[in-house]
């Protein structure tokens, strides 16, 4: 078997040409924010070609990414051409940021690898265990809210008062005594509000309608007055009764 057929195995291989991009830049031993894009397109190159002096199979990936490298280094060496964009620098620029932005992608990758891992730095228990749960409480309310609930807590327990303010009002014996007196003088049908007493105030004059209806309803019980309403909520007439 001749040494182009024998297989050949890259344990430490890479995964495409920016991944070899990174590790070349690593040797540079320099943070990637001041390595030398000329000098890592030299290493690329170099690569490249003692691969092909191996008689390797070189992926389309990498030959791709040689000849846009080659077409970089020839750009940032010659006088730069005005018509020409982007330019050379913000080409170099921008290939420098995809590496810093490859790497961080791998040391994550490498920080979540080297986590503890079930089955082999951490065991489950053997017993399966239930779920549990957590409530927590998220209250929100406006300061009206707040103040109607210190309102309710503190009326249960305040002492209760009822206090009851004096009014004028006119006793249903006072009513019939009036109306009795008032009635035997009057000889035709009067409305009931004729009874009530001159000047009273708003207040007793309620009071007093009130009790005099009563007391008319008394006097014609007891057979001493006639009654007289022509319709529901129609005025109340009264005479003596004949």
Do not use: C
């Not at 540079?28 to 690329?44: G, N, T």
């Not at 006088?79 to 040391?107: G, I, K, Y």
């Amino acid at each position: 078997m001749s040494d182009a057929d024998a297989l050949t195995i890259d344990i430490e291989g890479w995964e495409g040409p920016l991944d070899l991009l990174l590790a070349l830049a690593r040797t540079q031993k320099v943070d990637l924010r001041e390595i030398s894009i000329l000098a890592l397109v030299e290493q690329y190159l170099g690569y490249i070609q003692e691969a092909r002096s191996l008689k390797l199979e070189i992926a389309a990936d990498y030959l791709v990414m040689a000849a846009w490298l080659a077409y970089l280094k020839s750009g940032l060496l010659l006088p730069r051409d005005p018509e020409v964009e982007p330019s050379p620098e913000e080409l170099a620029l921008r290939l420098q940021l995809r590496l810093e932005r490859l790497n961080a992608m791998r040391e994550a990758g490498a920080r979540l690898m080297a986590r503890d891992r079930i089955g082999r730095d951490v065991f489950l228990r053997g017993a399966p265990e239930g779920l549990r749960t957590l409530r927590k409480a998220h209250w929100q309310a406006e300061i009206y809210d707040l103040i109607a609930a210190y309102g309710r807590v503190s009326a249960r327990t305040r002492p209760v008062m009822h206090v009851v303010a004096s009014r004028e009002v006119m006793t249903l014996e006072a009513a019939i005594e009036r109306v009795s007196r008032l009635v035997g003088s009057a000889i035709e049908w009067t409305a009931i509000q004729a009874f009530l007493p001159e000047g009273a105030t708003p207040q007793l004059r309620k009071s007093a309608l009130a009790s005099s209806f009563l007391a008319v309803l008394e006097l014609a019980r007891q057979g001493r007055v006639e009654l007289k309403q022509k319709s529901p909520f129609a005025p109340l007439y009264l005479k003596v009764a004949s």
